[in-house]
């Protein structure tokens, strides 16, 4: 058992996840270098170290997991934005399997997530655009965040810089994108989980086997405490009205990420 390399792992997983930066990528580059591992092995790995985020999310927002049942345009939102994801995220995982194996490079999409969020930032600073709460959010508008979900299913694009970008577009303010885009991510991971078990089993278990049950553990729970201090830093940042330069900030973040990860690969 690696514990240096699970350590380090779990914090990738933990501040990649709630960024626009792929916590898939990262975690597939951190695994790839760190324990060797093949890089369609190491992107399922990726999406099993969900666990530890998705353990962070239900802490962090146990309010509003408590309160789903009781609000009925909140359960709405989960609901639509899941299926949604459900239905366009599934076959492109079984695709991301197939390009992997074929030396797809998934630094290349997150240079135009990163470039798409400092266009998104470029329109929300000259627009001027009015925004408005979450719970002004239509059935259409709920159906293209959940695509927009759903296609971070490629390796190389971020679930958040995909969720976050495209409820800023549509006018809804910062402090309820990150929020309720975090809050939508909980029921999306544990189906990528479910589904990274279902299709990609032998991949896990081999991951396991050479990071050990202790080692994954120790992933796991660090990616969760690490979760948590960066999810209330992000959210502190999302108060800000000068949103449109977070969106700079991350997509450069991005930009030179994707750049280094096409250098070393």
Do not use: C
């Amino acid at each position: 058992m690696n514990i240096l390399a699970s350590i380090l792992i779990g914090i990738v997983q933990g501040i990649a996840e709630w960024l626009p930066i792929s916590s898939k990528t990262q975690v597939l580059l951190a695994s790839h270098y760190l324990l060797n591992l093949d890089v369609s092995i190491a992107y399922t790995f990726g999406l099993f170290m969900e666990m530890g985020s998705i353990g962070s999310a239900l802490i962090y927002f146990r309010q509003d997991v408590k309160r789903v049942f009781h609000d009925r345009f909140l359960l709405k939102f989960l609901v639509i934005v899941t299926v949604i994801t459900g239905i366009v995220g599934v076959p492109l995982y079984v695709i991301s399997d197939k390009l992997l194996q074929n030396a797809y490079n998934p630094s290349i999409p997150m240079i135009f997530l990163g470039l798409a969020l400092i266009a998104d930032g470029i329109y929300i600073r000259y627009s001027r655009i009015k925004t408005r709460e979450f719970r002004n959010l239509s059935m259409k508008e709920m159906i293209l965040i959940g695509i927009a979900q759903g296609i971070a299913a490629l390796p190389g694009v971020s679930r958040s810089g995909m969720t976050v970008s495209t409820m800023l577009v549509l006018g809804i303010n910062p402090e309820d994108t990150f929020h309720y885009s975090y809050l939508a991510y909980i029921p999306a991971a544990i189906g990528a989980v479910g589904t990274t078990l279902l299709f990609t089993r032998h991949h896990v278990s081999y991951a396991v086997s050479l990071i050990g049950i202790g080692g994954l553990a120790i992933a796991v729970i660090t990616a969760l405490l690490t979760g948590l201090v960066v999810i209330g830093f992000l959210l502190k940042i999302a108060k800000t009205k000068r949103v449109y330069l977070i969106d700079f900030m991350l997509g450069g973040i991005a930009i030179a990420i994707s750049a280094l990860g096409l250098i070393i690969g």
